[in-house]
T-cell receptor, first 113, second 114 residues
Framework: GENVEQHPSTLSVQEGDSAVIKCTYS??????FPWYKQELGKGPQLIID?????GEKKDQRIAVTLNKTAKHFSLHITETQPEDSAVYFC????????????FGTGTRLLVSP | DAGVIQSPRHEVTEMGQEVTLRCKPI?????LFWYRQTMMRGLELLIY????????DSGMPEDRFSAKMPNASFSTLKIQPSEPRDSAVYFC????????????FGPGTRLTVT
């Protein structure tokens, strides 16, 4: 089955710096890659996603890139702010009748003022 | 829209007791997922319903776990009997199209079994 690896497990940056979180997946049939942000005591919140027919997608300070050949995808956050501090999860799935998300292990991002 | 609603938010129970977790999906969403989150195993899919029908329950850990979706606006996850290793945060997520794509998570139920 699908296996998703996520790095780093923790990431500390200064406010205004950029942050990059990387994920790799094992199943070349996976075609949907969402990113979730989880704040303390809350459920994961979808922040951006990308499908396998697109190489890059951007939404304000957040961007996701996908390299299908290498089976890598990454989350890029620019001009980080303290409120970006949270745990970020990547996930992968293939739409074979239903979308079964396989999650990475999470990255704890800390943005210091 | 109120989003996915879960109750209770916190549950503390003794080993051997029955636990029932509840979920109300986003109106109009026809796919519902139950997840479990622990430090050791991360986020795991337990079961998936589409149009109130269980499609994949391969993630349900044991026969002690059962889930139902009697109608489009309500689902339950039951653990009977509960054990300390069941302590985790349980999330319900829903999706608007058959099987996905975008899944929206509820706030979760933190279960502690002593």
């Amino acid at each position: 089955g699908e296996n998703v690896e996520q790095h780093p497990s923790t990431l500390s940056v200064q406010e205004g710096d950029s942050a990059v979180i990387k994920c790799t997946y094992s199943d070349s049939a996976s075609n949907y890659f969402p990113w979730y942000k989880q704040e303390l005591g809350k459920g994961p919140q979808l922040i951006i996603d990308i499908r396998s027919n697109v190489g890059e997608k951007k939404d304000q300070r957040i961007a996701v890139t996908l390299n299908k050949t290498a089976k890598h995808f990454s989350l890029h956050i620019t001009e980080t702010q303290p409120e970006d501090s949270a745990v970020y999860f990547c996930a992968a799935s293939k739409n074979t009748g239903f979308q079964k998300l396989v999650f990475g292990t999470g990255t704890r991002l800390l943005v210091s003022p | 829209d109120a989003g996915v609603i879960q109750s209770p938010r916190h549950e503390v129970t003794e080993m051997g007791q029955e636990v029932t977790l509840r979920c109300k999906p986003i109106s109009g969403h026809n796919s519902l997922f139950w997840y479990r989150q622990t430090m050791m195993r991360g986020l795991e899919l337990l079961i998936y319903f589409n149009n109130n029908v269980p499609i994949d329950d391969s993630g349900m850990p044991e026969d002690r776990f059962s889930a139902k979706m009697p109608n489009a606006s309500f689902s339950t996850l039951k653990i009977q009997p509960s054990e300390p290793r069941d302590s985790a945060v349980y999330f319900c997520a829903t999706s608007g199209r058959q099987g996905g794509y975008e899944q929206y998570f509820g706030p979760g139920t933190r279960l502690t079994v002593t």
